[in-house]
């Protein structure tokens, strides 16, 4: 990599703005460290790899719960080396750690774009977008939760760190074909290449700048090399998801309608992550800094000299920091447009902090430079450093107040008609824990130690539902196994319990393996990810499966006095027939059955009909959808309707 000189005072202000950002970021995640719901999903797929289950939710069903594969394992090595420390803090350490790496080293990216313009020249770098991403609460609550928000961060930065880097390589590169330098060259295209498993969407960012590295390099053979490097891993762990769990995407891209189409609800999302924060004010600052960077301060770190001769015209026009920083800009906001499209999601915030982030990686410092007359005369100089000042201490001035904002204020603790909450918030209330870290600070949420009571009273087995009081749960008892079973077999050993809720994570972290945790939206159901999205349904949470499926997959007592009274026997029978559907049992075969080679074929080769299934989530609906005889059913079925007119 070539090596430009910084002044003592660009480097001195890089360096100390690189540590003042990096520990007011770490601090201000701290003072609001959590573990989310979702973050426990994760965890629990931790315990069942310890557990020799694989990597899934609940044993026996091979469903990918967890949106990004990288953190699952990233988790799960941490747990290793950790040994006997707690995953909620493994989770914790490892979030942190990687949020603050990110904003690190997007700033010494955006610090080597301007290198080329500063050598030998007076200068101080200043944080610019990297101040306005910390000082935005959301960023700091996704610091840690538990999510993967931080693994992107700190791919986002070690991408555009590299990218930077083989931007400005052709300076140094002695001659065009060497060998010189293409191992860092595939270094970076497995990198890009490894998007997806970070986040799907991720794979924007990474496509663009992996493709972009596939053209720029001189010579079939090279790009080979470029080509392997950049999709063994994606394309291999593409086909182990195919294979192993029978569909294109996670469960929870399926779940979500991921591909789904909510405009009105997604620009409702970007106003709600907007308005509190007043985002539009940093975003004309930030432009017009940038604008002042490109055009007029720094043209010599876009401007190409001493090329070596030799490279194509398609070379030297692409392998430039200013393509490097149009593919970041881009793809930041082509991801902030699918999420717009696709209608947001529910916690505040939270799915549009990486396109922010990508978008702003290159002015996440901003250089002002003493005037010197090589650019432009020493009066126009003073002028312009003098408005980079300005707007910079704007800037400044903004982050100050964004960072002690409000935030939603009083719509942060309860669902409204957005559906969209502080999720922090929220769980901090409902728990009475300013830190929900672990499992057992969710066991003060509604229902939740009262799981632990139900489990204990039920023996021989139960499906477990949530009742309308929040202190208990109905219980639906498993069927008896018959009486001459011997103590030790394995139906009395592990008597068959189902949870089903919608809060899988703190449920799921909060009781054995041994215990089925199901949820109505799809998330970790292999049933209710396969229905349709109910119109007009909360955004993440609009599917919603009825608890009779649930009963006629069993083994429970279908019938009265066992079922709750808000479910009908009928229902349940003609869901228990419903299962009988030669595609739906063709889907749960290839999860539920024992791993084989034959099988992960199969599921390869049909993952594509699976990913598109979707099922009716009424069973006399499903029923008419498959071409089954509807069941003998059992007095009259309810049909939401007076039994007779007025």
């Not at 720094?298 to 030799?310: F, K, Y």
């Not at 978008?359 to 980079?388: K, W």
């Amino acid at each position: 990599m070539p090596k430009f000189p910084f002044t003592m005072s660009a480097r001195v202000s890089l360096w100390s703005g690189v540590a003042v950002i990096g520990a007011l970021f770490a601090l201000g995640a701290w003072q609001r460290r959590w573990i989310s719901d979702d973050g426990l999903i994760v965890l629990r797929t931790i315990r069942n790899l310890q557990a020799g289950n694989g990597p899934v939710f609940n044993a026996g069903e091979r469903v990918e719960a967890n949106t990004s594969t990288a953190w699952t394992y990233l988790n799960w090595i941490g747990a290793w080396v950790g040994g006997s420390v707690q995953l909620e803090y493994v989770a914790l350490a490892l979030a942190l750690a990687c949020s603050v790496a990110g904003v690190v080293l997007a700033m010494l990216g955006a610090g080597r774009l301007y290198a080329p313009s500063l050598v030998g020249r007076q200068a101080l770098l200043l944080p610019a977008s990297a101040l306005v991403y910390i000082a935005i609460p959301p960023a700091r609550d996704f610091a840690t939760s538990g999510l993967e928000t931080g693994l992107g961060l700190a791919y986002i930065g070690l991408l555009w760190w590299m990218m930077v880097c083989w931007s400005q390589r052709l300076r140094s590169t002695p001659t065009a074909g060497s060998s010189d330098g293409l191992l860092f060259t595939a270094a970076v295209a497995a990198v890009a290449g490894f998007s997806p498993l970070i986040r799907p969407e991720l794979a924007v960012l990474g496509g663009l700048a992996w493709l972009l590295i596939f053209i720029a390099t001189p010579g079939w053979r090279r790009r080979l090399v470029i080509f392997i490097a950049g999709a063994a891993l994606p394309i291999g762990y593409q086909i182990f998801r195919m294979g192993y769990y029978g569909l294109l995407v996670p469960s929870p891209a399926l779940a979500k309608e991921a591909s789904g189409s909510k405009w009105s609800q997604g620009l409702t999302y970007l106003a709600n992550f907007n308005n509190p924060y007043l985002l539009w004010i940093p975003a004309l600052l930030l432009l017009g800094l940038g604008l002042v960077l490109l055009v007029v301060r720094s043209r010599s770190w876009w401007v190409r000299h001493d090329i070596p001769a030799g490279y194509s015209w398609l070379t030297r026009t692409l392998q430039a920091p200013l393509v490097v920083v149009g593919v970041f800009v881009a793809a930041g906001l082509i991801q902030a447009l699918y999420w717009v499209h696709q209608g947001g999601d529910f916690m505040h915030g939270r799915v549009l902090l990486l396109p922010l982030f990508t978008m702003m990686a290159p002015i996440a410092v901003i250089p002002v430079v003493v005037p010197d007359g090589r650019l432009v005369s020493r009066e126009a100089g003073y002028l312009l450093a003098g408005g980079t000042t300005v707007l910079w201490m704007m800037l400044a001035g903004w982050a100050a107040w964004a960072a002690n904002s409000p935030g939603m204020g009083r719509d942060a603790t309860w669902v409204t008609d957005t559906g969209i909450v502080d999720e922090r918030r929220f769980y901090s209330q409902a728990t009475g824990n300013a830190h929900p870290l672990t499992a057992a600070d969710y066991l003060d949420y509604p229902r939740m130690r009262a799981v632990l009571v139900a489990i204990e009273n039920t023996p021989d087995g139960a499906l477990l539902l949530p009742s309308g009081n929040y202190d208990q749960w109905d219980v639906v008892p498993a069927i008896p196994p018959p009486a001459d079973l011997p103590p030790d077999a394995p139906e009395r050993l592990n008597p068959p319990h189902t949870v089903f809720f919608t809060n899988m994570g703190m449920v799921g972290m909060n009781v054995g393996l041994n215990v089925r945790v199901i949820d109505q939206i799809g998330l970790i159901n292999p049933l209710a990810m396969h229905t349709h999205r109910v119109e007009g349904g909360r955004i993440g949470h609009d599917k919603d499966l009825f608890p009779d499926w649930a009963v006629a997959e069993g083994p429970f007592l279908a019938e009265p006095p066992y079922l709750p009274a808000y479910l009908d026997e009928n229902w349940v029978i003609e869901a228990r027939a419903a299962l009988d559907c030669p595609a739906t049992e063709s889907r749960l075969f290839g999860i539920r059955a024992p791993m084989t080679p034959r099988l992960f074929f199969s599921n390869l080769t049909h993952a594509a009909s699976f990913t598109k299934y979707r099922i009716d989530r009424v069973p006399k609906y499903e029923l008419i959808r498959c071409g089954l005889v509807s069941p003998p059913l059992k007095g009259e079925q309810y049909a939401g309707f007076p039994a007779t007119g007025p």
